[in-house]
């Protein structure tokens, strides 16, 4: 009798690597599923799988259920809230309670619906921040900053959308355990020194965490005023 194959006797790198192939092959001739235009969460994650492959791996058995999830959920870049980008992604308000744990990776979009924030962008336990104790870098990405004057005549005030921003940061670092880093990025428009990237780095280091620069702006530790 042919005896079955003992797949957990392989190393754990060789287990992860399978994964990845069954999680992140796309079926041949489709488009790539969509993944937004904006922030890491956009360019960072991979193309996935089709539902039904990724369904009969996690139903294989417990064990590979417990590994492939895991990995799943701790290789993504998931969004804090919705953003009208077509990404198809889900917020980790939508995510099952029990995969919170792997997710290592969030990223907050600040600058969208900046005259009228949606009233779910709040910070509440139905996030479950709490519960994310791997994330050790959370990520925030700038589109806009409308305290610059350009919108004047066009915001409700200089410092809403600021003070909005701010608060709601300031809520997530009191909730994330483990959290060791911020992540700063914007689109180029986005200064540096201008109010809303001022204040939000101010609650980071009120907070004690230390800040980090994303790929897309190209910011430093040692940039000069930017104008």
């Known amino acids: 009798p ?14 992860l690597r399978v994964y990845h192939f069954v999680l992140f092959t796309p079926k041949r001739g489709r488009n790539p599923r969509l993944t937004g235009s904006v922030g890491a969460s956009s360019k960072k994650n991979p193309p996935i799988s089709p539902t039904s492959h990724r369904v009969a791996l996690f139903l294989t058995s417990r064990r590979m259920h417990d590994e492939a999830s895991d990995y799943f959920y701790s290789t993504q870049v998931f969004r804090l809230f919705h953003l009208q980008d077509y990404s198809r992604m889900p917020t980790i308000r939508a995510i099952p309670p029990r995969y919170r744990p792997s997710i290592a990776t969030v990223e907050l979009i600040l600058g969208s619906s900046w005259t009228a924030p949606p009233r779910e962008w709040t910070i509440t336990r139905s996030l479950g921040l709490e519960e994310m104790a791997r994330m050790r870098t959370f990520k925030v990405f700038v589109e806009v900053d409308p305290s610059h004057p350009v919108f004047e005549g066009f915001r409700i005030s200089r410092d809403y959308y600021t003070d909005f921003a701010g608060d709601l940061l300031k809520g997530v670092l009191e909730r994330l355990p483990s959290l060791e880093y911020v992540e700063f990025d914007g689109w180029p428009s986005v200064r540096k020194s201008g109010a809303l990237m001022k204040r ?16 897309e702006r190209g910011w430093t530790d040692h940039d000069g005023e930017e104008f």
Do not use: N, Q
Request: proline letters at 10%; glycine letters at 6%.
């Open 2 to 15: 042919i005896e079955p194959f003992r797949f957990f006797d392989l190393p754990s790198e060789i287990r």
């Open 200 to 215: 939000l780095m101010h609650e980071v280091r009120t907070a004690g965490k230390k800040i980090a620069w994303g790929p």
